[in-house]
C-alpha cells in the first residue's frame, strides 16, 4: 500500500472516473481517502409513514402492497408508482423513467427507501428514493456520506471507489500525531479515524474522526508558522531610528487632516521604530482608508534617520501609482524616490542599482524586480509591503535580508477578523485603521438581477455623459484563463459594438503581458478610456478617482470579501460612487450576500459574514495567497480547535524549536510534507 499511487489502481476506478477523479483533484490514493465527506445523511433509524413530515429526507420500511403502476405520460416521460404500507398507513413511492424497476419489487415483500417525503395531509409521498430489499444495507440502514461533487460523477459511485480505497489502506496508514498528543487531546488513531470520517457507525464517530484530523491539520499549520518565525526573527536587535526626525514635520504639512485611527497608528510605528527592536507590524486597514500616507510618513522618518526605504507592490500599476503619492509628499523634503519594475530599461535599471547602493536614493519604489540579487542598498532601514497577501513570508525575509534586520511594514486591505487575524500573523504585531476620511460618501450599492441589464445601462451612459469612467467586472468563468479571457472579451466586443458604441470602451483580463495591462490602465487613468471591461485584475488598489460606477457581472460568483475590493476602486473621488451588482439564482444564500453588500460598507464585518456563510475554504480561496487552504478545517468553526492547538503549539517549539525530539518525529513529518513548501505567510 502506498498512498502516492496513482488512483487509476484503485478497484472500480476506470480510464473516464480517473479523468473525473482528477477534476476533484484526486490524482492519488492518497487523495482519495483524504477527500472528505461534506455532509452526511442519516439513513439508518426508519421512520413510522404517519410519521413524515413534508420536505424531509427520510427512511421507511415497508410491506409492497400492489404490482408497481407505470403511467406513460408523455413520449419521454413514463413515471412508476409503488404502494407499500407499515403499520401506520400507505405511502406512495415514485420514479420517472426507469422501467427496470419494474422487475425489482415483489408484492408482499418488504423493501427500506430512504428519500424525500411530501405531504399533504394524510396523503404521504416518497419521490425517487434509494431503497434496498429484505436485510440488504447498500443504500439504507447507515450514515452515508455526502462529497462535494460535481456533475457526471455520482455520490454513489465515490462512495464505492472510497470504500475500495480504504479496504486497499487496510488500516495499514501510518499514525500522523504523536501518542502523548493523542492521550492528551483525546483523539482517535489515524486509522479509525479515516474509516469514520467517511463511514461512522454513530455521528459521534464522525464528529470525533473530523475532530482529530482538524486538530492534525491546525496543529502542523501553526507549528510551521511558529518555526518561521523562529527562523526569521532569531536576531531580535535592529535600528533605533533617530527620535529627531519628527513624523508630525509631515502631518504639519498635509493639505488634509489625518484621522484618528490613522494617528494612532503612526504613534504605534513611531514607538516599534524609536526602539532598538525590530519591528514587525501589519497594518490592516479597508479600502480607502488612507493606508498610503502612513507608509509615506513612516518612510519620511527612516529617511531622516539616515536610511533607505524599500516599498514593494504588488502589481507595476501599483508601483508607479506609489511613486507618485510618495513624490509628492517627500519631494519637498529633497528625499529622492525611484521606481524599479521589470519594464524599466536595462541603462535605467543599471544607473538605479549604482545610485542605490552609493545611497543616493533614498526611497526604492517597485515590484517583485526589488528581490532580485543585483539589488544591493546602503542601508535599508525599512521596508514596506503592501497588499500583503500577494507577498510570502519568503519574500518579505529576502527583502529585509538586503538590510540589517531592517523594520517591516506589511500593509493590506485584506479585511480579516481580528480574532483570526491575530492567530495567523502570530509573528506580526497588528495595527488597524478603523476609520475612513471624514467626507467620503458612502458607495452606493445595489443588488439586481441581470434581467435589469438595459437599466443599468442607461444608467451607465447617464455618468459617463456626466463625465465619469465606468469599470464592468466579469468573473472568472473557469479555471481556465483562455475561457476567461474571452468572456471578458466577448463581453466588450459586444458593448463596443452595440450598447456603447459611442464611448470608449477597453478591457483588459489576467492573460495579457503586464506591459499591455499597465498601458490600459494608464489610458484608464489619463481619461482616455470611458468603460474598462475586466477580470478582477483590478482589484488591488488602483487608484482612479474619475471612476464613479462599477458593475459587477454575475456577482454571486464573487466572494463578499473580494466584491468589497473590487467596490473599493470607486468611491475615490469627489463624486457619489456606485456599486451595481448584477446576480443571476436566487437561493436564499446568494440573496443574503447580496444584502450584506448593499448594506455594509465596512470590510470587518463583511469579511467575518463571508467567513460565516461559505466557510474558511472558499473565503479564502486560491487567490489569497498567504493563507494555505484547508482539506478540512473551517477557521469558522473550529476556531475553539484552533486556539487550543494554538497554544499547544507554542509549547511544543518553546521545547523543541527545530522538532528534533523523538516523541516529535511525526509532527515534523506533518510540518516538512504538509506545509513546508506550502505556507507563504
Ligand atoms: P488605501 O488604504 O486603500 O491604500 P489610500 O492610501 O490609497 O487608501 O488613500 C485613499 C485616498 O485618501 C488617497 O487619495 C489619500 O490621499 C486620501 N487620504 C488619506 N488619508 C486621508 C485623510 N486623513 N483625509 C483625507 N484624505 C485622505
Ligand atoms: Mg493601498
Given at each position: 500500500?502506498?498512498?502516492?499511487?496513482?488512483v487509476?489502481?484503485?478497484k472500480?476506478?476506470?480510464?473516464?472516473?480517473?479523468?473525473?477523479l482528477?477534476k476533484?483533484?484526486?490524482?492519488?490514493?492518497?487523495?482519495?481517502?483524504?477527500?472528505y465527506p461534506?455532509?452526511?445523511e442519516?439513513?439508518?433509524?426508519?421512520?413510522l409513514?404517519?410519521?413524515?413530515?413534508?420536505?424531509?429526507?427520510?427512511?421507511v420500511?415497508?410491506?409492497?402492497t400492489?404490482k408497481?403502476l407505470?403511467?406513460?405520460?408523455?413520449?419521454?416521460?413514463?413515471?412508476?408508482?409503488?404502494?407499500?404500507?407499515?403499520?401506520?398507513?400507505?405511502?406512495?413511492i415514485t420514479w420517472?423513467?426507469?422501467?427496470?424497476?419494474?422487475?425489482?419489487f415483489?408484492v408482499?415483500?418488504?423493501?427500506?427507501?430512504?428519500g424525500?417525503v411530501?405531504?399533504?395531509?394524510n396523503?404521504?409521498?416518497?419521490?425517487?428514493?434509494v431503497?434496498?430489499?429484505?436485510d440488504?444495507?447498500k443504500?439504507?440502514?447507515?450514515?452515508?456520506p455526502?462529497y462535494?461533487l460535481?456533475f457526471?460523477?455520482?455520490?454513489?459511485?465515490?462512495?464505492q471507489?472510497?470504500?475500495?480505497?480504504?479496504?486497499?489502506?487496510?488500516?495499514q496508514l501510518?499514525?500522523?500525531i504523536?501518542?502523548?498528543l493523542?492521550?492528551?487531546?483525546?483523539?482517535?488513531n489515524?486509522?479509525?479515524?479515516?474509516?469514520?470520517?467517511?463511514?461512522?457507525?454513530?455521528?459521534?464517530?464522525?464528529?470525533?474522526?473530523?475532530?482529530r484530523?482538524?486538530f492534525e491539520?491546525?496543529?502542523?499549520?501553526?507549528?510551521?508558522?511558529?518555526k518561521?518565525?523562529n527562523?526569521?526573527t532569531?536576531?531580535?536587535?535592529g535600528?533605533?531610528?533617530?527620535?529627531?526626525a519628527?513624523?508630525?514635520?509631515?502631518?504639519?504639512?498635509?493639505?488634509?487632516?489625518?484621522?484618528?485611527a490613522?494617528?494612532?497608528?503612526?504613534?504605534?510605528?513611531?514607538?516599534?521604530?524609536?526602539?532598538?527592536k525590530?519591528m514587525?507590524?501589519?497594518l490592516?486597514g479597508?479600502?480607502?482608508?488612507?493606508?498610503t500616507i502612513?507608509?509615506?510618513?513612516a518612510a519620511?522618518k527612516?529617511?531622516?534617520?539616515?536610511?533607505?526605504?524599500a516599498?514593494?507592490a504588488?502589481?507595476?500599476i501599483l508601483a508607479?501609482?506609489h511613486?507618485?503619492?510618495?513624490?509628492?509628499?517627500?519631494?519637498?523634503?529633497?528625499?529622492?524616490?525611484?521606481?524599479?519594475?521589470s519594464?524599466?530599461?536595462?541603462?535605467n535599471?543599471d544607473?538605479?542599482?549604482e545610485e542605490?547602493?552609493?545611497g543616493?536614493i533614498?526611497?526604492?519604489?517597485?515590484?517583485?524586480?526589488?528581490?532580485?540579487?543585483?539589488?544591493?542598498?546602503?542601508?535599508?532601514?525599512?521596508?514596506?509591503?503592501?497588499?500583503?497577501?500577494?507577498?510570502?513570508?519568503?519574500?518579505?525575509?529576502?527583502?529585509?535580508?538586503?538590510?540589517?534586520?531592517?523594520?517591516v511594514?506589511?500593509?493590506?486591505?485584506?479585511?480579516?477578523?481580528?480574532?483570526?487575524?491575530?492567530?495567523?500573523?502570530?509573528?506580526?504585531?497588528i495595527s488597524?485603521?478603523?476609520?475612513?476620511?471624514?467626507?467620503?460618501k458612502?458607495?452606493?450599492?445595489y443588488a439586481?438581477?441581470?434581467?435589469?441589464?438595459?437599466?443599468?445601462?442607461?444608467?451607465v451612459?447617464k455618468?459617463?455623459?456626466?463625465?465619469?469612467?465606468?469599470?464592468?467586472?466579469?468573473?472568472?468563468v473557469e479555471e481556465?484563463?483562455?475561457?476567461d479571457?474571452?468572456?471578458?472579451?466577448?463581453?466588450a466586443?459586444?458593448?463596443?459594438?452595440?450598447?456603447?458604441?459611442?464611448?470608449?470602451?477597453?478591457?483588459?483580463?489576467?492573460?495579457?503581458?503586464?506591459?499591455?495591462?499597465?498601458?490600459?490602465?494608464?489610458?484608464?487613468?489619463?481619461?482616455?478610456?470611458?468603460i474598462?471591461?475586466?477580470?478582477?485584475?483590478?482589484?488591488?488598489?488602483?487608484?482612479?478617482?474619475?471612476?464613479?460606477?462599477?458593475?459587477?457581472?454575475?456577482?454571486?460568483?464573487?466572494?463578499l470579501?473580494?466584491?468589497h475590493?473590487?467596490?473599493?476602486?470607486v468611491?475615490?473621488g469627489?463624486?457619489?460612487?456606485?456599486?451595481i451588482?448584477?446576480?443571476?439564482g436566487?437561493?436564499?444564500?446568494?440573496?443574503?450576500?447580496?444584502?450584506?453588500?448593499?448594506d455594509?460598507?465596512?470590510g470587518f464585518?463583511i469579511?467575518?459574514?463571508?467567513?460565516?456563510?461559505?466557510?474558511?475554504?472558499?473565503?479564502?480561496?486560491?487567490?489569497?495567497h498567504?493563507?494555505?487552504?484547508?482539506?478540512?478545517?473551517n477557521?469558522?468553526?473550529?476556531?475553539?480547535?484552533?486556539?487550543?492547538?494554538?497554544?499547544?503549539?507554542?509549547r511544543?517549539?518553546?521545547?523543541?524549536p527545530e522538532?528534533?525530539?523523538e516523541?516529535?518525529?511525526?509532527?515534523?513529518?506533518?510540518?516538512d510534507k504538509?506545509?513546508?513548501d506550502?505556507?507563504?505567510?
Open positions: 500500500m502506498d498512498l502516492n499511487n496513482d487509476k489502481y484503485v472500480g476506478v476506470g480510464p473516464n472516473r480517473v479523468v473525473l482528477n476533484l483533484g484526486i490524482y492519488t490514493l492518497g487523495d482519495l481517502i483524504t477527500y461534506r455532509d452526511y442519516d439513513r439508518s433509524k426508519p421512520k409513514i404517519n410519521e413524515l413530515v413534508d420536505g424531509e429526507e427520510a427512511l420500511r415497508g410491506f409492497v400492489s408497481m407505470e403511467l406513460k405520460v408523455r413520449k419521454n416521460l413514463a413515471i412508476y408508482k409503488l404502494i407499500i404500507r407499515d403499520e401506520t398507513g400507505p405511502c406512495t420517472y423513467n426507469q422501467p427496470y424497476l419494474k422487475k425489482m415483489t408482499g415483500n418488504e423493501y427500506s427507501f430512504y424525500k411530501s405531504r399533504k395531509g396523503r404521504v409521498e416518497m419521490n425517487s428514493p431503497y434496498d430489499g429484505g440488504s444495507q443504500n439504507t440502514g447507515k450514515i452515508v455526502i462535494p460535481t457526471k460523477l455520482s455520490q454513489n459511485t465515490l462512495r471507489i472510497i470504500e475500495n480505497g480504504l479496504k486497499e489502506v487496510d488500516n501510518e499514525e500522523t504523536p501518542e502523548y493523542r492521550k492528551n487531546y483525546n483523539l482517535l489515524i486509522n479509525n479515524a479515516i474509516r469514520n470520517i467517511h463511514f461512522p457507525q454513530e455521528f459521534s464517530d464522525y464528529k470525533n474522526a473530523r475532530t484530523f482538524v491539520e491546525l496543529l502542523g499549520m501553526q507549528l510551521a508558522l511558529l518561521l518565525k527562523q526569521y532569531s536576531e531580535k536587535v535600528i533605533k531610528f533617530d527620535e529627531n519628527k513624523m508630525s514635520d509631515v502631518i504639519n504639512d498635509l493639505p488634509f487632516r489625518l484621522t484618528k490613522q494617528l494612532r497608528v503612526l504613534e504605534e510605528i513611531d514607538n516599534n521604530m524609536e526602539s532598538p525590530t514587525n507590524r501589519l490592516q479597508d479600502v480607502g482608508s488612507g493606508k502612513v507608509s509615506i510618513i519620511y527612516a529617511v531622516k534617520s539616515g536610511y533607505q526605504v516599498i514593494m504588488p502589481t507595476a508607479s501609482q511613486l507618485e503619492s510618495f513624490t509628492e509628499v517627500l519631494n519637498k523634503y529633497g528625499i529622492k524616490c525611484k521606481l524599479l519594475t519594464s524599466v530599461t536595462k541603462k535599471k544607473e538605479i542599482l542605490l547602493q552609493s543616493e533614498d526611497i526604492l519604489i517597485g515590484t517583485h524586480a526589488i528581490l532580485e540579487d543585483n539589488v544591493v542598498f546602503k542601508n535599508l532601514g525599512l521596508v514596506v509591503t503592501d497588499e500583503q497577501h500577494r507577498f510570502g513570508v519568503r519574500q518579505r525575509s529576502k527583502i529585509a535580508a538586503k538590510g540589517k534586520n531592517p523594520d511594514l506589511v500593509m493590506t486591505a485584506t479585511p480579516i477578523p481580528r480574532t483570526l487575524a491575530l492567530i495567523l500573523y502570530g509573528d506580526l504585531d488597524i485603521i478603523d476609520e475612513l476620511p471624514p467626507n467620503r458612502k458607495i452606493e450599492t439586481v438581477r441581470s434581467s435589469m441589464t438595459e437599466r443599468v445601462n442607461n444608467f451612459r455618468l459617463i455623459l456626466e463625465g465619469r469612467q465606468a469599470y464592468i467586472v466579469c468573473p472568472l481556465n484563463e483562455d475561457i479571457a474571452n468572456s471578458v472579451i466577448e463581453l466586443e459586444d458593448y463596443k459594438n452595440n450598447v456603447f458604441k459611442d464611448f470608449r470602451v477597453e478591457y483588459i483580463h489576467g492573460k495579457m503581458r503586464p506591459k499591455e495591462k499597465d498601458e490600459i490602465m494608464q489610458k484608464f487613468k489619463d481619461g482616455e478610456i470611458d474598462l471591461i475586466s477580470t478582477t485584475v483590478i482589484e488591488v488598489g488602483v487608484n482612479v478617482p474619475n471612476s464613479s460606477i462599477m458593475v459587477v457581472e454575475n456577482a454571486e460568483r464573487f466572494g470579501a473580494q466584491l475590493q473590487l467596490r473599493g476602486r468611491g475615490r469627489d463624486y457619489q460612487s456606485y456599486c451588482l448584477k446576480y443571476n436566487g437561493s436564499q444564500v446568494v440573496r443574503e450576500r447580496m444584502k450584506i453588500m448593499q455594509t460598507n465596512n464585518i469579511a467575518e459574514k463571508d467567513l460565516e456563510l461559505r466557510g474558511s475554504g472558499e473565503f479564502f480561496g486560491t487567490r489569497q498567504g493563507i494555505p487552504e484547508f482539506k478540512i478545517a477557521l469558522f468553526e473550529d476556531m475553539p480547535i484552533l486556539q487550543t492547538v494554538q497554544a499547544l503549539a507554542i511544543i517549539i518553546d521545547e523543541d522538532l528534533e525530539q516523541k516529535n518525529k511525526e509532527l515534523r513529518k506533518i510540518v504538509k506545509f513546508g506550502r505556507i507563504e505567510i
